[in-house]
Nanobody, 123 residues
Framework: QVQLRESGGGSVQEGDSLKLSCSAS????????MGWFRQVPGKEREGVAM????????FYFDSVNGRSSISPGDAKNDVYLRVDSLTLEDTAMYYCVADVYCAQVILGRPETWGQGTMVTVSS
């Protein structure tokens, strides 16, 4: 069973950048489709970014308007998310997700979700 653990959230200032980390465990069959979603309080979860298995490419949702960058970590199924030029609207719980099928991630239905890491942006 795949387990995901996020880290790197916290309080940041408007205009700053943040880098979140996700470490995956429990999957030994290769690389997974990994991604990041976020949920603003009172709103539905939305996709941020996704990286294909074997790090063959990336996909970005429209939510962060070109300010995000997803990249592979050192370990096989670890990923990072960087978000630049943070605004108050980026305050959200950020979730790492994983699935064997990238289509499920793009459709917003990844099989595995992490517990989330809270990011609070203040002025």
């Amino acid at each position: 069973q795949v387990q995901l653990r996020e880290s790197g959230g916290g309080s940041v200032q408007e205009g700053d950048s943040l880098k979140l980390s996700c470490s995956a465990s429990g999957y030994t069959a290769g690389t997974l489709c990994m991604g990041w979603f976020r949920q603003v309080p009172g709103k539905e979860r939305e996709g941020v970014a996704m990286i294909y298995p074997n790090r063959e490419g990336t996909f970005y949702f429209d939510s962060v308007n070109g300010r995000s960058s997803i990249s592979p970590g050192d370990a096989k199924n670890d990923v990072y998310l960087r978000v630049d030029s943070l605004t108050l609207e980026d305050t959200a719980m950020y979730y790492c997700v994983a699935d064997v099928y990238c289509a499920q991630v793009i459709l917003g239905r990844p099989e595995t979700w992490g517990q989330g890491t809270m990011v609070t942006v203040s002025s």
